[in-house]
C-alpha cells in the first residue's frame, strides 16, 4: 500500500494538475501529502483538507483567504503558496515543499531545545518573514514551532497564513458581532486573548516571542492546566525568570525576549525591522 492510501484509502492518485506521491503529515483540519505537478514536475506540499471541514462554508472562506493571503506574498521567508483549488470534492492547497521539516518536530529530535545561535539565526529569518507579511498589510496571527519551516540549508520560512487577516479591515470586521478568540494559547498576545479589532504586527512579535522561548527552554513561556488557564497566565502571570530556565541565556537574548513579549504592546518593538536589528546584533556576538 502507498504512503498516500495509507493515509487515505479514498484519496485518489491525482488531485488537480497534482499527482499525489506520498504522506507527509496531518494536522487537525487537514491532511499534506508529496506531490508533483503533472506537467511542471515541480514538488509541492499539497494541503487537501478532511472531508466534514470541506464542507463546512465558513471554512472554505477561509481556506481561501489563506491561499490568497498566500499567493500575495513572494518572500524568501514565507512559504509560496502555488495554486489552490477543488478537483471532485477534494479542497486543496499547493505549497512550497520544505523538506527540513518544521521547529517544533527539530526541537523534539534534539533532546528539547535548540542552541541560542541556531535559534536567533531562525529569529533573524523569521523577522524577515514577518516584516513581508506586514508590509502586505496582514498579521499572520499564528506564529509558533510548528509553523516555522527550515530548509535543508539552515533557511526559517513562515508557513500557514490561515487565520492572517487585513490590517486595514480588522476594525470593521468585527465592528457588531461577537468576537471569537483564533490563534494557539500559549502564543497569543495579550491583545489578541481580548479580541481587540485593531492587531497590527506586534501581535506577531509576541508570537515569535513566545516560539523562540520554548525552543530555548523546551517549554512555553506560560503554560496552564488547560487552554483556558493558558490564557489567563498570559494575561496576569508574571514575566518569569528565563535563566532560572535555561543559566545559559545571554543577557542579550533575555533582553529581546522580555521588549518582544511585553504584555503592553506599546513596550514591543514598533517593527519587524527593530527587532531584526537587535538580533542581528545579538547573533553577531554569539
Do not use: W
Not at 487577516?165 to 491583545?191: F, H, L
Not at 518569569?240 to 514591543?268: E, F, K, T
Amino acid at each position: 500500500m502507498s504512503p498516500a492510501a495509507s493515509a487515505d484509502p479514498s484519496l485518489p492518485s491525482t488531485i488537480g494538475a497534482y499527482r499525489i506521491l506520498g504522506h507527509l503529515g496531518k494536522g487537525g483540519m487537514a491532511q499534506v501529502y508529496r506531490a508533483e505537478h503533472r506537467t511542471l514536475k515541480r514538488a509541492v506540499a499539497l494541503k487537501v483538507v478532511l472531508p466534514d471541514f470541506a464542507e463546512d462554508p465558513a471554512f472554505r472562506e477561509r481556506f481561501l483567504a489563506e491561499a490568497q493571503a498566500s499567493a500575495s506574498l513572494s518572500h524568501a521567508n514565507v512559504i509560496t503558496c502555488y495554486d489552490a483549488g477543488e478537483d471532485d470534492g477534494h479542497l486543496f492547497m499547493a505549497l512550497e515543499l520544505v523538506e527540513g521539516g518544521d521547529l517544533m518536530a527539530m526541537m523534539e529530535r534534539r533532546g528539547g531545545r535548540l542552541d541560542e545561535g541556531e535559534v536567533l539565526a531562525f529569529a533573524h529569518d523569521c523577522l524577515a518573514g514577518i516584516g513581508a507579511i506586514a508590509a502586505a498589510g496582514l498579521v499572520h496571527r499564528d506564529i509558533k514551532p510548528a509553523n516555522i519551516f527550515v530548509t535543508a540549508t539552515g533557511q526559517a520560512k513562515i508557513a500557514d497564513l490561515g487565520l492572517a487577516r487585513q490590517v486595514r479591515v480588522a476594525a470593521s470586521a468585527t465592528a457588531g458581532k461577537e468576537a471569537s478568540i483564533m490563534g494557539t494559547p500559549c502564543y497569543m498576545s495579550p491583545e489578541q486573548i481580548h479580541c481587540l479589532p485593531d492587531l497590527d504586527v506586534r501581535t506577531d512579535l509576541y508570537a515569535l516571542g513566545a516560539s523562540l522561548v520554548h525552543l530555548l527552554t523546551g517549554a512555553p513561556l506560560h503554560a496552564g492546566a488547560d487552554p483556558l488557564a493558558t490564557l489567563a497566565m498570559t494575561l496576569s502571570a508574571p514575566f518569569p525568570d528565563l535563566r532560572s530556565r535555561r543559566s545559559d541565556l545571554s543577557s542579550g537574548v533575555c533582553a529581546i525576549l522580555q521588549r518582544l513579549l511585553a504584555r503592553d504592546r506599546d513596550q514591543r518593538y514598533r517593527s519587524a525591522e527593530e527587532a531584526r536589528e537587535d538580533v542581528g546584533r545579538a547573533l553577531s556576538d554569539v
